[in-house]
Every structure is written in C-alpha cells, then in structure tokens.
Nanobody, 119 residues
C-alpha cells in the first residue's frame, strides 16, 4: 500500500502563488506517473498536470504557463507550483500516483487539499 500526504493548500488572492507538495510513503514497487487532479464544487475531477517516471511533463491548457509540476524520485515527492492564480482555480487538489506492481498498475489518491482563490 502507498500512502499520499498532500500539503500547501490555502487561501490566496487572485494573482498570487501557492506550491502544493505530495509525499508518497509505504510499500512501493516502481512509481510510474505522478499527477495532480482537481475537483471544483459541482464539477468532475479533472487532470491538472502529470509527470512520468522519466520526467516528461504535461499540463492542461487551462493552466499552461501558470502551473508547473515537478517530482523528486529520491524523496518520492511531487509538487505543483501554481502562479497567477485565478478564482476559477479554486478546487480541492488531489495527488495521484500509479505504482507498477508485479500484478499490474495500482493507483493511489491523496486525501485532497483545498485551494481557494478569492479577494
């Protein structure tokens, strides 16, 4: 089992910045993708950004140029730097990893951290 603990959420004014971090612990085989998703009230959970084990990153168009994802394989962490935040970025942000186990890929989710962008 892999446990994910997120930190760094909070309240920020429009145009501000936040950095989310997620630490993975427990029994891991080979962490493959690490990602951040978000879910706003009344909406479906959506991908924000992901990074592969090889370091290839992808961010969705709505946050491109403002958000950046990074990972530290030695520390089993994934971070999301969020700049120029907008009210529409308000959501619960979830950390996600998938682990390449001998019996196949296993997905794990964090508990979520609230990000609120408001003046």
């Amino acid at each position: 089992q892999v446990q994910l603990v997120e930190s760094g959420g909070g309240l920020v004014q429009p145009g501000g910045s936040l950095r989310l971090s997620c630490v993975a612990s427990g029994r891991m085989f080979s962490i493959n993708n690490m990602a951040w998703y978000r879910q706003a009230p009344g909406k479906q959970r959506e991908l924000v950004a992901r990074v592969t084990s090889g370091g290839t990153t992808q961010v969705v168009d709505s946050v491109k140029g403002r958000f950046a994802i990074s990972r530290d394989n030695a520390k089993n962490t994934v971070s999301l730097q969020m700049n120029s935040l907008k009210p529409e970025d308000t959501a619960v942000y979830y950390c996600y990893v998938d682990d390449n186990t001998p019996s196949g890929y296993q997905s794990y989710w964090g508990q979520g951290t609230q990000v609120t962008v408001s003046s």
